[in-house]
């Protein structure tokens, strides 16, 4: 079963224009990793936020985690054309040995 | 750091067939999982190894499925009498021991059953 919901499901976005993604889960987790995958592909690792962190940056990235509401963001500021992608929110569950759930993902296209 | 691998990347075959994929993790990693992941779907946890000692099998690992790690290094995943629903993407992630470690995922071995 799948413990992630992201949303929007699907986001088309102008070169340089800031995308933002939600993600909810429903039990209490140990941290929260977003991925993104090429059509096609593996999952690249973008960022890892801990449950007693409520925000990290890297690079164009910005992640925020509430762990209240069991929801984190993501926000993709400038973004490229390089950025289309399908993006995944996967959490480590307290107690379940570091397996990783994941939602169903969101797909990305920025147009140039 | 030369990242996870995964052969072979595409498989093709036929319904009843058994294919067998191989996974190399990062070298010092010590836990090893394998996910599928079918069209419009996120990847879904199937089992994970802690060195050469398979931990924790998910209920989508049917009979058919088998999955060892030998000298706790590479490891394989057999699909036995293939069928079509076994059709997806087979991911392997690698991580080091401990709560809070990024999984590293490969590439994926896509496979096809007719």
């Known amino acids: 079963s799948q413990q992630g919901e992201e949303d929007p499901q699907a986001l088309s976005i102008q070169e340089g224009e800031n995308a933002t993604m939600n993600c909810s889960y429903k039990?209490?987790?140990?941290?929260l990793q977003w991925y993104r995958q090429n059509s096609g592909r593996g999952l690249v690792h973008l960022i890892l936020i801990r449950s007693n962190e409520r925000e990290k940056h890297s690079g164009r990235l910005r992640v925020t985690l509430d762990t209240s509401k069991k929801s984190s963001s993501l926000l993709i500021t400038a973004s490229r054309a390089a950025d289309t992608a399908s993006y995944f929110c996967?959490?480590?569950?307290?107690?379940?040995?570091?397996?990783?759930?994941f939602g169903k993902g969101i797909t990305l296209s920025v147009r140039p | 750091d030369t990242g996870v691998s995964q052969n072979p990347r595409h498989k093709i075959t036929k319904r009843g067939q058994n294919v067998t994929f191989r996974c190399d993790p990062i070298?010092?990693?010590?836990?090893l999982y394998w996910y599928r992941q079918t069209l419009g779907q996120g990847p879904e946890f199937l089992t994970y190894f802690q060195n050469e000692a398979q931990l924790e099998k998910s209920r989508l690992l049917s009979d058919r499925f088998s999955a060892e790690r030998p000298k706790g290094s590479f490891s394989t995943l057999e699909i036995q009498r293939t069928e079509q629903g076994d059709s997806a993407m087979y991911l392997c992630a690698s991580s080091r021991t401990g709560g809070g470690k990024t999984q590293y995922f490969g590439p994926g071995t896509r496979l096809l059953v007719l």
């Open positions: 996967a959490t480590d569950r307290t107690g379940a040995n570091s397996k990783l759930t």
């Open positions: 039990t209490s987790i140990n941290n």
């Open positions: 070298s010092e990693h010590n836990r």
